[in-house]
């Protein structure tokens, strides 16, 4: 259920024991039919384990979404019989979660810890990997202790280690704590953390199925992909098919933020339309004032003015459709008072302090947009400036190794071109069309 | 819609609809007190370490730090891999990581001294100099600013009568701007040591500097805007 408020329209399963201090614990997950989908794919080949995570159309969660059962498919087979020459496989659980916006990640982790684990142990069951590493950020102290005493927990009952369950398996879980770089949640930055460097993005190919982590076959996923996981093995692919639309099929935690009445975590469909997310789940604007924009999912794609906000179905097809895209599907909520330069310097800004600097673009084009925007902000902006920042933008986009570099462009363009109003009053007149 | 539920244990965040304690909500209750020499491999690389009391030049990893020390090498292929964990637990004893802690942890894990400094300056958590015994880290990224965060992150420089970035006189606070938290629907979210702060308001800003002043950053008993509970 939504937390810390839930709404009659969710369909809870990921999120169904939010806020239940007892489902963290072995025993009390057990008593919500815990591990019984671990018994089920371990009774199953690999293969077939893979097959249902392809057949229920699960899109990788992260904001890439990209299909699971795909990605798990690229990992090398490893045959029974060649056993002892076969390299270590790893999956990586990215619970670095940081993209502006999003705070998914840390209620899965703090109140359903087992849900994740189960969904890393199908997961390395099905693509032969031998260890997870759960990468979370440095600052979920608080979750992390809870996700490390689930584990210790898994590892005492039989659950993890050198025998899973009684079925021979030997899957060890260890969990990571980062420390502090928005990067490291890019899946080779992670990978580079991860092995004890600069959380720089590497270049692909090679890809990590073949090259990953300590150079060897590695898949990486989202927490909220592999929480999913338990749930669409135990039930089926097509279970799974039942919610949202054929290209986004299933239910998504969708993070609301800014100025709603009630933000938080909401389980619902995909496709669920943002204007019902905003003004029913969500209890309307703060003291009822007017939308402005809505940034859909997380602060690196574009903004969406309100009346596109209005049209826009909350589906990976649904939102592109309407000019932005769904990322991790972190809705940033912006009423009338908002003033969008501002905000939008805030997070160049932010970008700009995330830069690794490997790439030329990326480095000096975040910290110009900044110094630009800065000085539009301080009142010595010209109108030449908008045009220049488009020009550094496009430069920035597609010109990288990782998409640090477009996540900027993202904001910056489409501000421009939707509230140029508010860049043109502040340039021309000095004033601010927000208030916040 | 009648009266929105809200109710803030603690300052662990708002739980809304739900009945929690801050214990419960920091999963406090679940997780007891973790055993100083790590508790399981697993999760030995996990442990809060910006705590209270620092010791600067304190030794690294002897006793129970040791054994963490050795359980990390455990978990990972290759030496190099433990470096980030081994640059937590040396914060964690000493408060911050200094060029010669930055050189005695590369001879541990045989890595090179520019290897050591390169990862050690490129991650943020990271205190390469001394701070004060509450570290106080306000997000002032979109969701929080939109809710009011930089007037959040004043009031603390005020009552904590320091400047950003700069340790108070009497060692107590040094406070920060930091990049999004991962606590966007409770703003504005703030990190003192190793613990969040949600939904704090300007209001409440002076009752947080007292309590830590006062009782240190133990549990905090608060129920919220209505006041103590």
């Known amino acids: ?436 | 819609m009648s009266k929105i539920p809200f109710k803030n244990p603690g300052w662990a965040g708002n739980v809304g609809e739900y009945d929690l304690t801050e214990e419960q909500v920091r999963g406090i209750d679940f997780v007891g007190v973790r055993p100083l020499e790590g508790g399981h491999a697993a999760g030995s690389a996990t442990y809060p370490y910006m705590l209270e009391e620092k010791d600067p030049e304190g030794p690294l990893f002897e006793g129970p730090y040791q054994a963490r020390f050795e359980k990390i090498l455990t978990r990972y292929p290759t030496k190099r891999a433990a470096l980030l964990p081994v640059l937590n637990l040396a914060q964690e004893i000493r408060g911050h990581v200094s060029p010669q802690t930055m050189d005695r942890v590369g001879e541990l894990l045989e890595l090179s001294s520019a290897h050591v400094r390169g990862v050690a300056t490129f991650y943020t958590m990271y205190n390469k100099r001394p701070v004060g015994r509450h570290l106080v880290q306000v997000c002032t990224n979109i969701s929080c600013n939109l809710c009011g965060a930089e007037d959040v992150l004043k009031a603390f420089l005020h009552h904590t009568n320091t400047e950003m970035g700069a340790t108070s006189l009497d060692g107590a606070f040094t406070v920060i701007e930091v990049e999004c938290l991962a606590g966007c629907g409770f703003p504005t979210c703030v990190q003192i040591n190793s613990r969040y702060y949600e939904n704090v308001t300007v209001d409440e800003v002076p009752r947080i500097v007292a309590h830590l002043r006062d009782k240190g950053a133990g549990l905090a008993r608060s129920t919220g805007p209505e006041g103590e509970g």
């Open chain 1, 1 to 436: 259920m939504g937390y810390p408020y839930s709404h009659e329209n969710e369909v809870p399963i990921l999120s169904k024991y939010f806020g239940d201090p007892e489902a963290r614990t072995l025993n009390g997950w057990k008593e919500r039919g815990g591990y019984e989908a671990l018994k089920k794919a371990l009774n199953m080949s690999p293969e077939d384990v893979v097959e249902i995570v392809k057949a229920s159309g699960l899109r990788g969660r992260g904001g890439a979404g990209f299909p699971t059962g795909l990605k798990w498919s690229f990992m090398p087979k490893t045959k029974a019989s060649a056993k002892a020459k076969v390299k270590p496989h790893y999956l990586l659980c990215n619970a670095d979660e940081s993209e502006p916006g999003t705070f998914k990640d840390r209620e899965l982790l703090r109140w359903a810890p087992h849900q994740l684990i189960e969904g890393c142990l199908i997961g390395a069951h099905a693509m032969g990997a031998q260890h997870v590493y759960i990468y979370c950020r440095g600052e979920f102290f608080e979750a992390t202790q809870v996700l490390a005493k689930a584990v210790e927990d898994g590892y005492e009952a039989g659950i993890i280690g050198d025998d899973v369950l009684g079925s021979g398996k030997k899957i060890d879980v260890t969990v990571f704590a980062g420390a502090g770089a928005y990067i490291c949640g890019e899946e080779t930055g992670l990978m580079n953390s991860l092995e004890g460097r600069r959380g720089e993005p590497r270049v692909k190919p090679p890809f990590p199925a073949a090259v990953g982590a300590f150079g060897m076959p590695t898949t990486i996923n989202n927490v909220e992909t592999l929480a999913a996981i338990p749930h669409i093995v135990g039930n089926g692919g097509e279970w799974y098919r039942q919610w949202g639309s054929e290209k986004s099929p299933g239910t998504k935690l969708f993070c609301v933020s800014g100025h709603v009445k009630r933000p938080g975590n909401y389980e619902l469909p995909l496709g669920f339309p943002l204007k019902d997310l905003i003004y029913d789940v969500c209890g309307g604007m703060i003291e009822d004032r007017a939308l402005k924009a809505v940034i859909p999912g997380g602060s690196s794609v574009p903004l969406l003015s309100a009346e596109e906000a209005m049209g826009c179905a909350l589906c990976y097809e649904g939102v592109v459709e309407a000019g932005s895209m769904l990322g991790c599907a972190s809705v940033i909520v912006m009423d009338e008072t908002t003033d969008i330069v501002h905000q939008v310097m805030r997070m160049a800004s932010f970008y700009s302090h995330e830069s690794c600097g490997q790439c030329t673009p990326c480095r000096e084009g975040t910290a110009w947009v900044t110094t630009i925007l800065q000085r539009i902000e301080d009142g010595r902006g010209t109108e030449d400036d908008l045009d220049t920042l488009v020009e550094v933008t496009e430069q920035m986009t597609g010109t990288t190794i990782c998409v640090l570099s477009d996540s900027v462009a993202a904001p910056v363009q489409s501000s421009i071109e939707k509230f140029r109003d508010e860049y043109l009053a502040l340039i021309r007149r000095g004033e601010r069309l927000g208030t916040a």
